[in-house]
């Protein structure tokens, strides 16, 4: 039977109540014991005993944490924005749609019924990290002996369920905020989408692992495609933050170690900015003071990438820069909405990826009536349908369109896949597989969780997940090396408009450890400005155009 789900509710209660934010930033900088940092933590607890005022839970034999950024950041002051459709709600139900298919799976964890409790981070790492409370708070030994209630009588504490893995975090930055707790906790976390290098540490990141490859992998793959593309001169440009700033810092240091590759110029993108299109136009104008390295190669995030070329364009500089994008370009269209002009060319990458049918099919079959268990639904169903539904609390407040409820996914709007939904679904997988093992080694003889499982803890947990190797979702091997990283598959891409009767993005190739580029694929104007010979001038005619024909 598959298990259902309901929303959580924040507690109400008096006195005085801690922040846990600036408690949690603090303890992420200070080496506490960890009798203190229980104490502290549950200071952090009290009085809010399930922080999330919205999660969804279900119920199971044994649960699951799951972390996505269902929502973008807020304005300052505000720690959650406007839903993501897709990053955020389809990626969640991504996990959800893993859950059933396990749960109705007699093969796999027989007898034992998979619940979860699943977390909105709003894109922002310090607002997960107190989120991240409610994994923890059944493993902190709360002391209750001097609690009473108003009558004298003792309380009825109702102990919060044990998450015994996490699913997520998606950013990076937030995977790192979150990892630095769970694992004090010994709680294995699994990611579908943080490809920071720095996470491949397994001192400090010991109980953290991902289906997706780290940047290191994908920085070489761009180093790798770079120089078959005959360049020699390139700048970078990287989001402020651990993804931006990393990518391009493992790029430099492949780059250097190769040789035969000089950077023009490192741009970083502030991230707390007042005025958005000043900072942009500024870039565009220091990115054509070196006007021979002409190619760019980015690790930004979404909005980035839409307003560097929006200043492009805005500069007159359509077909000027060539574009090497990061995974979180990919192949996606949104940042390049209005402006595809000056994406021509651009050589993209992305880790190997497959559409999962099952999940289309499941997906577009959601409605308001059968997704009750998604506390978010409603609120995506607005914004997908642009409608208002009659509730209280409708946060679509740019339109007067009543939603009907017969609206359908797919059919009364755009539905596509998002790119990390495989990676979602190997991850659950990937925890469902060492439980599995786990089960039938410590329980081989009783049906369901024995209690050796039930009190085996993470650190056991986490070897059976390292040990996985299966067939994920899109038929590819599912396994971890010593680190809890991927191995690293790439696709890589070239985005086209012009002279082609399918404008988007065509593949060109694949890293698999090495590359395999097809050149006559690559569109013939790829091409960029070498650097000069050592100690010639700037600029000088040693410069000159090296192009793919």
Same mark, same amino acid.
């Given at each position: 039977?598959?298990?259902?789900?309901?929303?959580?509710?924040?507690?109400?209660?008096?006195?005085?109540?801690?922040?846990?934010?600036?408690?949690?930033?603090?303890?992420?900088?200070?080496?506490?014991?960890?009798?203190?940092?229980?104490?502290?933590?549950?200071?952090?607890?009290?009085?809010?005993?399930?922080?999330?005022?919205?999660?969804?839970?279900?119920?199971?034999?044994?649960?699951?944490?799951?972390?996505?950024?269902?929502?973008?950041?807020?304005?300052?002051?505000?720690?959650?924005?406007?839903?993501?459709?897709?990053?955020?709600?389809?990626?969640?139900?991504?996990?959800?749609?893993?859950?059933?298919?396990?749960?109705?799976?007699?093969?796999?964890?027989?007898?034992?019924?998979?619940?979860?409790?699943?977390?909105?981070?709003?894109?922002?790492?310090?607002?997960?990290?107190?989120?991240?409370?409610?994994?923890?708070?059944?493993?902190?030994?709360?002391?209750?002996?001097?609690?009473?209630?108003?009558?004298?009588?003792?309380?009825?504490?109702?102990?919060?369920?044990?998450?015994?893995?996490?699913?997520?975090?998606?950013?990076?930055?937030?995977?790192?905020?979150?990892?630095?707790?769970?694992?004090?906790?010994?709680?294995?976390?699994?990611?579908?989408?943080?490809?920071?290098?720095?996470?491949?540490?397994?001192?400090?990141?010991?109980?953290?692992?991902?289906?997706?490859?780290?940047?290191?992998?994908?920085?070489?793959?761009?180093?790798?495609?770079?120089?078959?593309?005959?360049?020699?001169?390139?700048?970078?440009?990287?989001?402020?933050?651990?993804?931006?700033?990393?990518?391009?810092?493992?790029?430099?240091?492949?780059?250097?170690?190769?040789?035969? &590759?000089? /950077?023009?110029? +490192?741009? *970083?993108?502030?991230? =707390? !900015? @007042?005025?958005?299109?000043?900072?942009?136009?500024?870039?565009?104008?220091?990115?054509?003071?070196?006007?021979?390295?002409?190619?760019?190669?980015?690790?930004?995030?979404?909005?980035?990438?839409?307003?560097?070329?929006?200043?492009?364009?805005?500069?007159?500089?359509?077909?000027?820069?060539?574009?090497?994008?990061?995974?979180?370009?990919?192949?996606?269209?949104?940042?390049?909405?209005?402006?595809?002009?000056?994406?021509?060319?651009?050589?993209?990458?992305?880790?190997?990826?497959?559409?999962?049918?099952?999940?289309?099919?499941?997906?577009?079959?959601?409605?308001?009536?059968?997704?009750?268990?998604?506390?978010?639904?409603?609120?995506?169903?607005?914004?997908?349908?642009?409608?208002? &539904?009659? /509730?209280?609390? +409708?946060? *679509?407040?740019?339109? =007067? !369109? @009543?939603?009907?409820?017969?609206?359908?996914?797919?059919?009364?709007?755009?539905?596509?896949?998002?790119?990390?939904?495989?990676?979602?679904?190997?991850?659950?997988?990937?925890?469902?597989?060492?439980?599995?093992?786990?089960?039938?080694?410590?329980?081989?003889?009783?049906?369901?969780?024995?209690?050796?499982?039930?009190?085996?803890?993470?650190?056991?947990?986490?070897?059976?997940?390292?040990?996985?190797?299966?067939?994920?979702?899109?038929?590819?091997?599912?396994?971890?090396?010593?680190?809890?990283?991927?191995?690293?598959?790439?696709?890589?891409?070239?985005?086209?408009?012009?002279?082609?009767?399918?404008?988007?993005?065509?593949?060109?190739?694949?890293?698999?450890?090495?590359?395999? &580029?097809?050149?006559?694929?690559?569109?013939?104007?790829?091409?960029?400005?070498?650097?000069?010979?050592?100690?010639?001038?700037?600029?000088?005619?040693?410069?000159?155009?090296?192009?793919?024909?």
């Amino acid at each position: 039977m598959k298990a259902g789900g309901s929303a959580g509710h924040r507690p109400g209660g008096g006195g005085i109540m801690v922040r846990p934010g600036r408690l949690l930033r603090l303890l992420t900088l200070l080496k506490l014991p960890c009798c203190l940092l229980e104490l502290l933590l549950w200071e952090a607890a009290r009085g809010q005993e399930m922080y999330a005022p919205h999660s969804i839970r279900l119920e199971g034999d044994i649960t699951l944490g799951g972390l996505f950024p269902v929502h973008a950041k807020g304005p300052p002051g505000v720690p959650c924005g406007d839903i993501k459709k897709e990053n955020g709600i389809h990626r969640l139900e991504a996990m959800l749609y893993a859950l059933d298919q396990i749960n109705s799976d007699p093969d796999l964890l027989p007898n034992v019924t998979l619940g979860a409790r699943i977390l909105d981070t709003c894109s922002r790492d310090t607002y997960a990290l107190e989120q991240s409370l409610t994994f923890v708070q059944a493993l902190i030994q709360k002391d209750t002996s001097d609690v009473r209630c108003t009558n004298g009588e003792p309380p009825v504490f109702v102990k919060p369920e044990k998450v015994v893995g996490v699913i997520g975090a998606s950013g990076s930055s937030v995977s790192i905020m979150v990892a630095n707790i769970l694992r004090l906790f010994q709680i294995p976390q699994i990611s579908y989408a943080s490809t920071a290098p720095e996470l491949s540490d397994d001192r400090r990141y010991d109980f953290f692992s991902r289906v997706v490859p780290p940047d290191s992998f994908q920085a070489q793959a761009m180093v790798d495609i770079v120089k078959a593309l005959g360049w020699n001169y390139v700048s970078t440009l990287a989001s402020e933050g651990n993804y931006g700033e990393k990518g391009v810092e493992s790029f430099m240091q492949i780059s250097r170690e190769a040789g035969g &590759l000089c /950077i023009a110029q +490192s741009l *970083k993108i502030p991230q =707390d !900015r @007042k005025d958005k299109t000043i900072d942009f136009d500024k870039i565009i104008k220091q990115l054509l003071e070196t006007p021979n390295a002409r190619a760019i190669v980015i690790f930004a995030n979404d909005e980035d990438i839409k307003q560097i070329l929006a200043a492009a364009k805005r500069a007159d500089q359509v077909g000027h820069f060539l574009w090497v994008g990061s995974d979180t370009w990919g192949s996606k269209v949104s940042p390049l909405l209005q402006q595809e002009d000056v994406a021509e060319g651009a050589i993209t990458i992305l880790p190997k990826r497959a559409t999962i049918e099952g999940f289309d099919a499941y997906f577009t079959s959601r409605t308001l009536e059968n997704n009750r268990r998604n506390v978010w639904f409603a609120e995506y169903w607005e914004e997908n349908f642009n409608c208002k &539904l009659t /509730i209280s609390g +409708s946060k *679509k407040e740019d339109t =007067d !369109r @009543k939603c009907t409820g017969q609206e359908r996914i797919g059919k009364d709007s755009h539905y596509e896949q998002e790119g990390k939904v495989q990676f979602v679904i190997d991850a659950v997988y990937a925890m469902a597989h060492a439980l599995h093992h786990m089960n039938k080694d410590l329980c081989a003889d009783y049906p369901g969780v024995c209690p050796e499982m039930e009190h085996a803890g993470g650190k056991k947990l986490l070897k059976y997940i390292r040990s996985v190797n299966f067939n994920g979702s899109a038929g590819t091997p599912v396994m971890f090396n010593k680190n809890g990283d991927a191995p690293g598959r790439y696709d890589i891409f070239q985005y086209h408009t012009t002279n082609t009767s399918t404008p988007g993005y065509r593949l060109i190739g694949q890293w698999t450890d090495d590359l395999q &580029l097809n050149k006559r694929s690559v569109k013939a104007d790829a091409c960029s400005l070498q650097a000069p010979e050592p100690g010639s001038a700037l600029p000088s005619a040693s410069w000159y155009v090296k192009c793919l024909l």
